[in-house]
């Protein structure tokens, strides 16, 4: 059990940090506690058994996921390999390592384990869905299609659906992402599915919703996951994001702070010190900035994780730049995908070099995909490389697509588009008008 407290304890700071220490954190007890409990219990008990180590590894997921806290991750993964250790053709710990190792960020490593699930066991759509999803997150697109569609032909349920949606969304058909998201929530509530993976589907609609620019629809679905998920951290964001695009910010600002106060995640921080400085709390939101610093650096697995979300701020933010091209880089080593390079392009952009910006952005706009974050850093490069036409249609399609993309780089798109004559497209989207 001294492991398992101890994880607890590597966030304290964080929160205390935040300003958002609850009391009774420690003291709060889940069903993934009661689980690691026993599990742990049962090693003990029978410290040659690989299920037990299986369970327990299994528990710390769990834990990981109603959490937010990666370190849980570390955890599980010491209990997999034992199970792997004392029976090395346990497929089902082998496909739980490989979504151990995908969360992680080792997606090589990810794609190993889960393949040799697969290999194991043919029909274990969950391995299937884990070698998918390692294959996205490095760029390998058309195998994660094939992989993703032998998944759904074996079960067609809210685990496939949902991967699926992921996929569509990246390569530009944002309807049928959304319509395979309601597939999932059907059936992740009529087979009874683990509560926060349906409020994870419900919090995923609500996203791309939110992306699209349909506040109603996003503002149901988030409400929906906190209906489903008591406290949903995901949720509660995606709530207070909204609530941001709807300039009812001291809503915002709590909705971050309860976000915050299940887990510290360096974007949530981001987010409420946006909105902080965007009502002039100049200091709340330094204070709110130094968060995202400090959870990027708390341990080795966060180091690992958050690489992109950091560079991804110190570029928003014009702050330390050259870190936040390093970062870009080392990100692209390691992932390939189509925001490997949307960040890479804005870092570069940042540090001066618009022309290799222009490559870059070049590669995260090729599948198609429909975000107005890429737009903007696309119309931004155009901008700076004084190519005022396509400055004009990647800042109006970024405007388009969701005029609530960003607190701050939504006006700079209207202003940019209003100094480069483009007064029609900015009348039709300025004040967050569709």
């Given at each position: 059990?001294?492991?398992?407290?101890?994880?607890?304890?590597?966030?304290?700071?964080?929160?205390?940090?935040?300003?958002?220490?609850?009391?009774?954190?420690?003291?709060?007890?889940?069903?993934?506690?009661?689980?690691?409990?026993?599990?742990?219990?049962?090693?003990?008990?029978?410290?040659?058994?690989?299920?037990?180590?299986?369970?327990?590894?299994?528990?710390?997921?769990?834990?990981?996921?109603?959490?937010?806290?990666?370190?849980?991750?570390?955890?599980?993964?010491?209990?997999?390999?034992?199970?792997?250790?004392?029976?090395?053709?346990?497929?089902?710990?082998?496909?739980?390592?490989?979504f151990v190792l995908y969360s992680r960020h080792d997606f090589d490593g990810a794609a190993r384990e889960a393949q040799r699930?697969?290999?194991?066991?043919?029909?274990?759509?969950?391995?299937?869905?884990?070698?998918?999803?390692?294959?996205?997150?490095?760029?390998?697109?058309?195998?994660?299609?094939?992989?993703?569609?032998?998944?759904?032909?074996?079960?067609?349920?809210?685990?496939?659906?949902?991967?699926?949606?992921?996929?569509?969304?990246?390569?530009?058909?944002?309807?049928?992402?959304?319509?395979?998201?309601?597939?999932?929530?059907?059936?992740?509530?009529?087979?009874?599915?683990?509560?926060?993976?349906?409020?994870?589907?419900?919090?995923?609609?609500?996203?791309?919703?939110?992306?699209?620019?349909?506040?109603?629809?996003?503002?149901?679905?988030?409400?929906?996951?906190?209906?489903?998920?008591?406290?949903?951290?995901?949720?509660?964001?995606?709530?207070?994001?909204?609530?941001?695009?709807?300039?009812?910010?001291?809503?915002?600002?709590?909705?971050?702070?309860?976000?915050?106060?299940?887990?510290?995640?360096?974007?949530?921080?981001?987010?409420?010190?946006?909105?902080?400085?965007?009502?002039?709390?100049?200091?709340?939101?330094?204070?709110?900035?130094?968060?995202?610093?400090?959870?990027?650096?708390?341990?080795?697995?966060?180091?690992?994780?958050?690489?992109?979300?950091?560079?991804?701020?110190?570029?928003?933010?014009?702050?330390k730049l050259e870190q936040a091209l390093d970062l870009a880089k080392k990100e692209l080593e390691v992932r390939k995908d189509?925001?490997?390079?949307?960040?890479?392009?804005?870092?570069?952009?940042?540090?001066?070099?618009?022309?290799?910006?222009?490559?870059?952005?070049?590669?995260?706009?090729?599948?198609?995909?429909?975000?107005?974050?890429?737009?903007?850093?696309?119309?931004?490069?155009?901008?700076?490389?004084?190519?005022?036409?396509?400055?004009?249609?990647?800042?109006?399609?970024?405007?388009?697509?969701?005029?609530?993309?960003?607190?701050?780089?939504?006006?700079?798109?209207?202003?940019?588009?209003?100094?480069?004559?483009?007064?029609?497209?900015?009348?039709?989207?300025?004040?967050?008008?569709?």
């Open positions: 059990m001294r492991a398992h407290r101890y994880v607890g304890m590597t966030i304290v700071s964080a929160f205390v940090l935040a300003g958002l220490w609850p009391g009774s954190l420690l003291a709060q007890s889940t069903s993934a506690d009661q689980s690691i409990g026993f599990a742990q219990r049962q090693v003990t008990r029978k410290p040659y058994d690989a299920t037990v180590y299986h369970r327990l590894g299994d528990a710390y997921i769990q834990k990981a996921r109603e959490s937010g806290d990666v370190t849980y991750f570390d955890l599980a993964e010491r209990a997999l390999r034992k199970a792997l250790e004392l029976a090395p053709r346990y497929g089902d710990a082998a496909r739980h390592l490989a699930a697969v290999d194991l066991n043919p029909t274990d759509a969950h391995a299937l869905g884990v070698l998918g999803d390692a294959y996205l997150e490095v760029g390998k697109y058309e195998a994660a299609r094939e992989t993703y569609g032998t998944m759904t032909r074996l079960r067609a349920d809210l685990y496939s659906f949902s991967r699926r949606s992921g996929l569509r969304s990246l390569t530009g058909d944002p309807e049928g992402a959304l319509e395979d998201l309601r597939l999932a929530i059907a059936d992740g509530r009529a087979g009874r599915r683990p509560r926060e993976s349906v409020a994870w589907a419900q919090w995923q609609l609500g996203s791309d919703y939110f992306a699209l620019g349909r506040l109603p629809e996003a503002e149901a679905q988030y409400q929906g996951a906190l209906g489903t998920y008591p406290n949903y951290y995901r949720a509660l964001a995606g709530l207070a994001q909204v609530r941001a695009a709807q300039r009812r910010y001291e809503q915002a600002i709590e909705l971050y702070k309860r976000a915050l106060g299940v887990i510290p995640l360096p974007d949530y921080a981001a987010a409420l010190g946006d909105v902080y400085a965007r009502i002039g709390r100049s200091d709340e939101a330094r204070r709110q900035y130094d968060l995202v610093e400090y959870i990027g650096r708390l341990n080795a697995i966060n180091k690992v994780i958050y690489n992109r979300e950091l560079a991804y701020f110190y570029a928003d933010h014009d702050m189509v925001y490997a390079y949307d960040v890479l392009a804005w870092a570069l952009l940042k540090n001066g070099s618009p022309r290799e910006a222009l490559a870059a952005i070049t590669e995260a706009l090729k599948l198609g995909t429909r975000d107005a974050r890429l737009f903007f850093h696309a119309g931004m490069i155009h901008h700076e490389l004084g190519d005022a036409e396509q400055t004009r249609h990647y800042l109006g399609l970024a405007l388009v697509t969701n005029p609530h993309f960003h607190p701050f780089h939504s006006e700079t798109a209207r202003r940019v588009l209003r100094e480069a004559g483009a007064e029609e497209t900015a009348r039709v989207v300025v004040g967050g008008e569709r």
